[in-house]
Each structure stands twice: as structure tokens, then as C-alpha cells.
């Protein structure tokens, strides 16, 4: 028996029940997202460290010395921990700074090492944990925050538009059970009334039989059963109509119980998400104005270094442009220097050249002149030998 406005605002709400079609658009809800995705990661890591203490020989050489010792003395204050908390809760509150020290240690071990968190998230799905109630609740707590950021005001009054039609439809379903009892009551009392006339007319027809003569007993009988029979119908229909009529009543009566428990633990969810969802929201509205106040001093710690590495670049600078001209001059004449060597080395090359040719060309000529020298003795020699003949 839903309203038209029911119907248009049922699947708008259903949205909200898939936190997995929710897609964050915005940079503030993504990074509160993000925040509560690595403290849920971080938690489930944590509450896996006595798993990897049990099996600390299986992990050894992933996790290395540095690991394995961080991970026996997480071990023995955690032990200590047990003992102080049974025997002195007070002294014990020392020892839990430490203890969140080793945690924090053991984490920036773990986390680097994607193959030991797999393997305990794999663990962790079989073992049951401690914190795997307090790790479910914090997930439901994500989905519930980012419904509620995701939330715009047109949803919200859609919401209240949808309580106000589901209070509207109790209200007229109410109404039309009280009608139809009264109705139901009527017809009753209707039929009750026509029961009493109908018997007092079979009395009176009873009454009269006595003084009629035995002749017309048989007509009267006849009447008599025709009015039972008559009565019997009506008092069947009646009956028929009743069982209808309560029928319907309890039909209806068992959609407004429905109605109105689904209503209750709808308003009653709601207002526990609501106060969840209100706690939460301030505790992580300080918590982000701490770490905005932490971040905003480290901002200006960068500042003040970037300022002072800045003053530092300006004097390099000045510095640089000082040395320049001077630098310019040096390399200036390097090069007239090189040059000077260059030309210097064409003409050692050229001399050199023209020394070869003239040594070259002198022992020709030496070696003319020898030749030329032998020729000439040769041709005196032939001369006298030829005088002595004649």
C-alpha cells in the first residue's frame, strides 16, 4: 500500500545501503577516507602481531635481525604488560607508552613487506582476532561517514519526506482499520436485530398455530421451515461477510504492525548512526585540527629553511655574476693562448716540411754530383787507354 511519494523516494534512499556504490568526489571526504582505510589497515596489522610472534621462525629471514628483535622485545612487554596490569594497574601506564612505541616499530617493519601482510591477511580471515569486532564496527563507521559527507541536503529531505509519508500511510491505514471495525460492528448488530425480529416473528407464528385449525398446521410448517431456511442464508451470508470483513481487518492490522516495526528500527538505527555518526565526526574534526596545526608548524619550519637556503642562492649568485667577467677573460686568452700554440704548431710544421724538402733536394744534388764526379773519372780512364793503343 505504498504512495506514489514512497515510491519515488524509496530507491533514492536505498543508495545509502550499498556503501560500495558511493563514489567520494571530493579532496576533503577522499583524505578522511584515506585516514580511516590506513588506521583500519594499521589496526588489522597490529592485531596480527601475536600471530607473527607465534610463527617468528616462519618470518625470520623475510622480517631479518632487525624484525626479529623488534618483535621479541614487543614480546616481552607485552608480557610485562600482562603481569603489571594483574599485580599494579597504576605502574602500568608507563610501560603502555612503551608498548605503543614497539607497536609503532613493529609496523614500519611490517608494512614495507607486502608478502607478510598477505600472508596475515590470509591468516586473519581464518583465526578469529580480538579486535575483529572492534575492526568490523570501525569499516561500518567508514561506510556511515562517507554517507554522511556524501549526504547533500536534497537527500536529507527526501529522508524526511519519506518518514513523514510512512507516518501519513500508519496514519491512514489506522483510520481505515477503525472505519472497517465500525463497519464490522454495525453490519453485526444489523444482523443480531434481524436475528431477534426473525424469532420473535417464528414465536408469534408458533403462538398462532395453536388457534388455527388443524388445516392450515401444514402451511405454517411450511412457513416455518421457508424462514428457518431463509435464516440460515442470511445467518451464512452474514457470516461469509464477517469472515471477510475480519479477514481484511487482520490484513490490514498485520501491514501496520509491519509498518510500524520497520518504521521503529528504522528511526531507531538512524538515530544511533546519527549519534555515532556526531561523535565521530567532532573527534575527527579535532583530530584533523591537531595535525592541521602540526602540519601548518612544519610548514613554517620548511618556510624559515627555504627562506634561508633562498638568502644563500641570492650571495651564490652575486657571487656568480662578480666571477663571470673575470672567468670570461681566463677562457678569453686560454683561447688567444691556443691559437698562438695552433699557429705556432702550423708553422713548426711548415718549416719542417720546407727542412725535409731542402735536405731532400740537397742529398739529390750531393748525389748528382757524386755520380757526376765518378762519370767524369770513368770517361779520363777510357781516354788514356786509347792514346796507349795508338
Not at 507516518?167 to 472505519?179: D, M, R, V
Request: net charge negative; aromatic share 4%; hydrophobic share 35%.
Amino acid at each position: 500500500m505504498a504512495t506514489p511519494d514512497m515510491a519515488t523516494i524509496t530507491p533514492k534512499l536505498m543508495r545509502g545501503l550499498d556503501p560500495g556504490s558511493l563514489i567520494p568526489d571530493n579532496l576533503e571526504t577522499k583524505r578522511i577516507l584515506t585516514v580511516l582505510d590506513k588506521m583500519i589497515d594499521k589496526l588489522e596489522l597490529s592485531s596480527m602481531i601475536p600471530c607473527v610472534i607465534e610463527s617468528l621462525d616462519n618470518f625470520a629471514d623475510i622480517l631479518g635481525p632487525e624484525g626479529t628483535t623488534s618483535l621479541v622485545e614487543h614480546q616481552k612487554l607485552s608480557k610485562e604488560m600482562e603481569y603489571l596490569r594483574a599485580e599494579d594497574p597504576w605502574s602500568s601506564l608507563c610501560l603502555l607508552e612503551q608498548l605503543k612505541g614497539s607497536t609503532r616499530n613493529v609496523l614500519r617493519l611490517l608494512l614495507p613487506n607486502p608478502v607478510v601482510c598477505q600472508v596475515l591477511k590470509r591468516q586473519a580471515l581464518v583465526r578469529e582476532s580480538p579486535a575483529k569486532v572492534f575492526i568490523k564496527a570501525l569499516k561500518e563507521f567508514r561506510n556511515l561517514v562517507l554517507e554522511r559527507l556524501l549526504t547533500s541536503p536534497e537527500e536529507e529531505e527526501e529522508k524526511l519526506r519519506f518518514m513523514k509519508a510512512v507516518s501519513l500511510q500508519i496514519k491512514e491505514n489506522t483510520e481505515t482499520i477503525t472505519a472497517l471495525e465500525a463497519e464490522l460492528a454495525a453490519t453485526a448488530q444489523t444482523q443480531e436485530e434481524e436475528a431477534d425480529w426473525k424469532d420473535n416473528v417464528i414465536k408469534d407464528l408458533q403462538t398462532s398455530m395453536q388457534d388455527l385449525p388443524q388445516d392450515s398446521k401444514t402451511i405454517i410448517q411450511q412457513m416455518k421451515e421457508e424462514g428457518e431456511k431463509q435464516q440460515k442464508e442470511e445467518l451464512q451470508a452474514s457470516q461469509a461477510r464477517c469472515a471477510g470483513l475480519q479477514q481484511d481487518i487482520q490484513e490490514l492490522g498485520a501491514q501496520l504492525n509491519a509498518l510500524v516495526l520497520e518504521h521503529r528500527a528504522s528511526e531507531m538505527a538512524l538515530r544511533k548512526r546519527k549519534c555515532r555518526m556526531e561523535a565521530e565526526i567532532v573527534n575527527w574534526i579535532q583530530k584533523y585540527d591537531t595535525d592541521m596545526g602540526e602540519k601548518e608548524a612544519e610548514y613554517e619550519e620548511i618556510q624559515a629553511a627555504y627562506e634561508e637556503e633562498k638568502a644563500q642562492l641570492s650571495l651564490l649568485m652575486e657571487k656568480r655574476d662578480f666571477l663571470l667577467p673575470e672567468y670570461s677573460q681566463i677562457e678569453e686568452e686560454h683561447r688567444i693562448l691556443q691559437e698562438k700554440k695552433e699557429q705556432a704548431s702550423r708553422e713548426l710544421a711548415i718549416m719542417t716540411r720546407a727542412a725535409i724538402c731542402i735536405q731532400a733536394f740537397w742529398r739529390g744534388y750531393l748525389i748528382r754530383s757524386i755520380f757526376k764526379s765518378k762519370l767524369k773519372k770513368k770517361g779520363k780512364g777510357k781516354g788514356k787507354g786509347k792514346k796507349a793503343k795508338k
